[in-house]
C-alpha cells in the first residue's frame, strides 16, 4: 500500500496547543507522555479503594531542546520504531532529540541527541537542555540514594494501598545526569548523547536495568535493540487498507497504541498489569479513569491483539487470574458465590470504582472476562491456559456467581437478573439487561463446554441457569428491548443491546439484527463515547450494507485528535485520552467487520465486503490454531498465505488448515507459503478433516 509519505510516520511542525494529545510513549510497563513532568509504572496505584489511582512517577527525560538562534522546527512519531523525535534546523546546524520506551528491556526510558553541524567552521554551537524537574511526587515520598555508576538515584514507596492491609509499592529512579548545556565543538562535525532512566520496583532491578543500558550505550545496541523489537513485532501484524489514506493512518495509530500498551513478546516476568482506557501514559489521581481496568480491556481491545499475538491475549487473561483473591472477595461482600470481577480494578482484584453503584450493578464485566478466555481457546486450543494457568477457576468461579445471583420466576419458569445496570449507563437498577443475561447465558454454557473437555463433573445447575435465563424480546415488533420495561426510542448512552450480534453471536434473523439496529442508532447518544459506532458498522456489514457501515465509521474520525493520531473518548476532545477502548472498536470495525472474521470453537468463519471507496484490505499474521495468514481482500476475490514456519505461542501446536467456502462446500487445503485465492464470500479456516485433534484429551 504506496502512498507519496509513509503513512507510519506521523509529522508536523507544531505541536497541539492541548497537550493531553502529545504522543504517549509506552512499553507495557511504562507510559509517558512527551513532555510531561509524571510518568507511570504498570501495577503501581496510590490510594485506597475508590481514591486509588496510578501513582505519579516524576520524568527526568522531560527536556526541550533549545537553540539561541532562529530555527525551524519539526515533530515526528514513527510508530514503525516507536520514536518520537523533535528536529531543530538552522543554517548551522541541525539537531535531534529522539525519546521513545525501550520496546525491549521495559524498565528502559531514552533520551538521545544528535548535533550535526551544516557547514565548515570552527565555530562552537551549544543547545540548551530545558527541565523543570524535580524527583518529587505528590503519591510517592522519594529520598535520596547515592549515586549509581554516576547516575542519579532515588527511591520510595506510595503512600496509601490499595486496601487496608495491602502493601506500598517502591519505585526507584535511575538515570543519567542532564546538563544545562550541549556543546558542539569546533573540531567536532557530529556528537551524540545518550540519556537513560530506569524505572523499576527494587534496587537490585533498577541496577541491573541501568547496567545494562550502558552496557547498550558501550556497544552502540541502545537503539538497534529498540529497533529490531518493534520491527519484530509488526512483521506479526499489520493492517493496511488502499482507497483511503486516513483510513490507513487511523489503523496504524491504532495498532501502535494499542500494541504500546501491552508487553514485550518476549516478556517472562508474568507482572502485566493492565490496559486502561487512557493507557499507561495516563490515568493519574482524578483523570482518564484513575488508570483502573475496565470491561474496555477484555471487550473491546482485547479481540484485535487476540487475532494476532496469542501470547499477548495470554497476559490480559493472567491478569485476570492474578485478581481471583479480590473478585472472590467482592463475590462475598455482595453475598453471593463465585468469582465477581470489579467494574473497576487496579491489582488486588477487589472493586477500586469510586461510585458503589457500578460495581453492585454492572455485573455483565464477569461475562465479558469469561468471553476473552473462550476466545483465546477456539483462537489457540491452548488448555494449559486453563489448568496451569489456573484459567478454569476464572470460568468456574464466574458461573458460581451467576448461579447464585440469579432469581428463578416460577411464573413464567425464567432465571432472571434482577437490578443491574447495563452497558447503557443512562439506565440503571433494571431487570434483565438483555446484553447481561445473553453474555451469563454464554459464558455458563461455556463453563459446561470447558468442565466437560477438562473430565470435571460441571454442577447441573450451570446448564439449568443458562438454559433458563430470559433473554428479553419484544415478538410484536421482533427487536431486543435493552432490559425488561425498555421503553423504544428512549436515549441510549453507546452500544449496547447491538452487541448481541457482535461480538457475543447471539443466534437472530437477519430480520431481527436489522430491527435492532435500526432501534438503537437514531437513539444512541451522538456525543457518547468513541467505540460504540464501530459495533453498529460491524451490524449493519453483517447484512451487506457497507455503505451505511462506512459513514457510521467515518463519526470516529472525529475522536482522532491532532497530528499523532491521538483518541479523545468523545468527539469534542474530551473525556478520556489517549482513549484505547474507542481504538480497540474502531479495529474491530474492520478486523471483524470488513473480513467477518468470527471466532468459533471448531472455525474461523470470515465474509468480506469492502465499501466502495476501499479497494483493498491487507491483514499480515492472523493467529490460528499456530498457523499466521496473510490475508489480501479484494472487491471480488480473497487471497490467503500460510506462513511458513509460523511461530507457535506458548503450548500451542500448529494444525493442518484447510478452507471451506460456504456456498459450494469447496475445501482447499492451506500448504505453508502457498497462495490460495478464491471468490469473495462466506466460508471458514479450520482443522483439516483428517487432522489430529489440537486438544491433548
Known amino acids: 500500500m504506496s502512498y507519496d509519505e509513509d503513512p507510519y510516520i506521523f509529522t508536523t511542525d507544531a505541536l497541539p496547543t492541548d497537550r493531553r494529545f502529545l504522543p504517549p510513549l509506552a512499553n507495557g510497563l511504562l507510559g509517558w507522555r512527551v513532555y510531561n513532568n509524571t510518568m507511570h509504572l504498570g501495577g503501581v496505584y496510590n490510594g485506597e479503594g475508590g481514591r486509588c489511582h496510578r501513582a505519579d512517577v516524576p520524568c527526568p527525560l522531560a527536556v526541550k531542546v ?27 546546524v541541525t539537531v535531534s532529540q529522539s525519546l521513545y520506551s525501550h520496546r525491549y528491556y521495559p524498565n528502559l526510558m531514552v533520551m538521545e541527541i544528535l548535533m550535526v553541524r551544516q557547514v ?37 514507596k506510595v503512600t496509601t494501598a490499595e486496601f487496608p492491609g495491602g502493601s506500598c509499592p517502591s519505585v526507584h529512579l535511575i538515570w543519567t545526569p542532564k546538563p544545562p548545556t550541549l556543546t558542539l565543538l569546533p573540531e567536532q562535525s557530529h556528537a551524540r548523547w545518550a540519556f537513560i532512566l530506569v524505572v523499576a520496583n527494587s534496587s537490585d532491578t533498577a541496577e541491573a536495568n541501568y547496567d545494562e543500558g550502558l552496557n547498550l550505550i558501550a556497544s552502540g545496541d541502545l537503539r538497534k535493540s529498540h529497533e529490531k523489537a518493534w520491527k519484530e513485532l509488526w512483521l506479526q501484524s ?22 504500546s500498551a501491552f508487553p514485550s513478546i518476549h516478556d517472562t516476568s508474568s507482572s502485566f498489569g493492565g490496559v486502561s482506557p487512557g493507557g499507561l501514559s495516563n490515568g493519574g489521581d482524578g483523570q482518564d479513569y484513575w488508570g483502573h481496568i475496565f470491561w474496555d480491556q477484555d471487550i473491546w481491545m482485547y479481540p484485535a491483539i487476540a487475532l494476532f499475538y496469542p501470547k499477548l491475549a495470554r497476559s490480559v487473561l493472567e491478569y485476570r487470574v492474578g485478581t481471583i483473591d479480590g473478585a472472590k472477595d467482592n463475590a462475598q461482600k455482595q453475598g453471593f458465590k463465585g468469582l465477581k470481577f470489579p467494574w473497576e480494578s487496579a491489582v488486588s482484584g477487589r472493586e477500586v470504582c469510586p461510585e458503589d453503584i457500578y460495581g453492585q450493578q454492572e455485573i455483565h464485566i464477569n461475562g465479558d472476562v469469561t468471553l476473552a478466555f ?42 432472571h437478573l434482577l437490578g443491574v445496570m447495563p452497558p447503557d449507563e443512562y439506565n440503571y437498577d433494571v431487570n434483565d439487561s438483555v446484553y447481561t443475561n445473553a453474555v451469563a447465558k454464554f459464558s455458563l454454557q461455556f463453563a459446561v463446554d470447558l468442565a466437560d473437555l477438562l473430565q470435571h463433573p460441571a454442577p447441573k445447575e450451570w446448564q439449568e441457569v443458562a438454559e433458563h435465563l430470559k433473554i428479553p424480546f ?11 420495561g425498555y421503553v423504544k426510542g428512549h436515549p441510549v448512552k453507546q452500544a449496547d443491546t447491538v ?27 451522538p456525543n457518547g463515547p468513541a467505540m460504540t459506532w464501530g459495533m453498529f458498522a ?48 474502531f479495529l474491530q470495525a474492520v478486523l471483524f467487520g470488513y473480513t467477518g472474521f468470527r471466532v468459533q470453537k471448531e472455525c474461523l468463519a470470515f465474509s468480506p465486503l469492502l465499501p466502495n471507496d476501499i479497494s483493498e484490505l491487507c491483514v499480515r499474521g492472523v493467529n490460528y490454531l499456530g498457523g499466521q495468514m496473510d490475508w489480501l481482500l479484494r472487491k471480488d476475490e480473497v487471497c490467503i498465505v500460510l506462513r ?46 483428517s487432522a489430529y485433534s489440537c486438544w491433548p484429551l
Open 120 to 156: 565548515t567552521s570552527e565555530e562552537t554551537i551549544t543547545v540548551n537542555l530545558v527541565s523543570s524537574f524535580t524527583p518529587q511526587s505528590k503519591d510517592i515520598v522519594f529520598e535520596s540514594c547515592p549515586d549509581y555508576k554516576r547516575g542519579s538515584h532515588v527511591q520510595g
Open 474 to 484: 419484544d415478538e410484536e415488533s421482533q427487536y431486543h428491548p435493552e432490559f425488561d
Open 374 to 415: 473462550q476466545h483465546y481457546l477456539y483462537l489457540t486450543e491452548d488448555l494449559s491456559m486453563f489448568t496451569e494457568g489456573q484459567g478454569r477457576e476464572v470460568i468456574y468461579g464466574v458461573a458460581d456467581y451467576w448461579v447464585s445471583r440469579a432469581s428463578w420466576n416460577p411464573k413464567d419458569q425464567k432465571y
Open 238 to 259: 499489520k493492517v493496511e487498507v488502499a482507497g483511503s489514506e486516513g483510513l490507513c493512518k487511523a489503523l496504524i495509530g491504532c495498532m501502535f497504541y494499542l500494541l
Open 644 to 689: 511458513e514456519q509460523a511461530n507457535s505461542a506458548g503450548n500451542t501446536k500448529s494444525c493442518d488448515l484447510q478452507v471451506v467456502l460456504k456456498a459450494s462446500g469447496t475445501t482447499i487445503p492451506l500448504t505453508p507459503g502457498k497462495p490460495v485465492a478464491f471468490p469473495r464470500g462466506p466460508g471458514c479456516v479450520c482443522k483439516l478433516v
Open 66 to 92: 533549545e537553540m539561541d538562534a532562529p530555527a525551524q522546527h519539526t515533530y515526528s512519531l514513527d510508530t514503525h520504531t516507536g520514536i518520537f523525535t523533535h528536529s531543530l534546523s538552522s543554517a548551522s
Open 499 to 525: 452487541m448481541l450480534g457482535y461480538p457475543l453471536g447471539l443466534l437472530m434473523s437477519p430480520e431481527i439484527r436489522r430491527n435492532d439496529l435500526e432501534a438503537y442508532e437514531p437513539v444512541t447518544d
Open 538 to 585: 460491524i451490524g449493519w456489514l453483517e447484512l451487506g450494507e457497507a455503505e451505511r457501515a462506512q459513514r457510521l465509521l467515518e463519526k470516529c474520525y472525529k475522536n482522532i485528535q491532532g497530528p499523532f493520531q491521538v483518541w479523545s473518548e468523545s468527539s469534542d476532545g474530551s473525556g478520556a485520552v489517549n482513549f484505547l477502548t474507542g481504538m480497540g472498536g
